[in-house]
T-cell receptor, first 113, second 111 residues
Framework: EPEVTQTPSHQVTQMGQEVILRCVPISNHLYFYWYRQILGQKVEFLVSFYNNEISEKSEIFDDQFSVERPDGSNFTLKIRSTKLEDSAMYFC???????????FGSGTRLTVV | TQLLEQSPQFLSIQEGENLTVYCNSSSVFSSLQWYRQEPGEGPVLLVTVVTGGEVKKLKRLTFQFGDARKDSSLHITAAQTGDTGLYLCAGASSGTYKYIFGTGTRLKVLA
């Protein structure tokens, strides 16, 4: 069964450093998303991406965050200057349409120290 | 602010019992999804419902979307230990790409 692949599975970084989280969505999917889940809390929407541009972003997704689809297969989330409160599980997801066929990856656990 | 409240928060039952978990909001959703999430893993989509009053069945799981599209329920018949996990509902409003996730129901099915 097709799956969304995320790397790395775990990333530890120093506060203030830049991190790039990588995702390979399902190949025929058109919509791409990043969500995050702070330990013990709800899954939260960060950003959606369609047709090579951001279609929607949450208030969490400030100027420190950016997304890119550099080569037609990878989908990346960059955090420019990490803060302690960025520590969370980051999930990439992709879907066939706006509502259907959502598939989440296994996540990247980001720990900022 | 849109909120999705799930109840109960925790549920522990014996194998073979039936159960229902609920997902409620004061907001209207164009689409509602149910997921199951295992520890350390991403949510796995179980079903998407988009029509008020819609009922979908997935083996022993029955999902219902409320007529007013503000609430949903998940009913499991004859629960098995493999049903243990965190069940999440998520709703999206018309004209938006983002899903708002509920607080989750943690289900434990005992042998």
């Amino acid at each position: 069964e097709p799956e969304v692949t995320q790397t790395p599975s775990h990333q530890v970084t120093q506060m203030g450093q830049e991190v790039i989280l990588r995702c390979v969505p399902i190949s025929n999917h058109l919509y791409f998303y990043w969500y995050r889940q702070i330990l013990g809390q709800k899954v939260e929407f960060l950003v959606s991406f369609y047709n090579n541009e951001i279609s929607e972003k949450s208030e969490i997704f400030d100027d420190q965050f950016s997304v890119e689809r550099p080569d037609g297969s990878n989908f990346t989330l960059k955090i420019r200057s990490t803060k302690l409160e960025d520590s969370a599980m980051y999930f990439c997801a992709s879907s066939t349409t706006h509502y259907y066929g959502y598939t989440f990856g296994s996540g990247t656990r980001l720990t900022v120290v | 602010t849109q909120l999705l409240e799930q109840s109960p928060q925790f549920l522990s039952i014996q194998e073979g019992e039936n159960l229902t978990v609920y997902c409620n909001s004061s907001s209207v959703f164009s689409s509602l999804q149910w997921y199951r999430q295992e520890p350390g893993e991403g949510p796995v989509l179980l079903v998407t419902v988009v029509t008020g009053g819609e009922v979908k069945k997935l083996k022993r799981l029955t999902f219902q979307f409320g007529d007013a599209r503000k609430d949903s329920s998940l009913h499991i018949t004859a629960a098995q230990t493999g049903d243990t996990g965190l069940y999440l509902c998520a709703g999206a409003s018309s004209g938006t790409y983002k899903y708002i996730f509920g607080t989750g129901t943690r289900l434990k099915v005992l042998a």
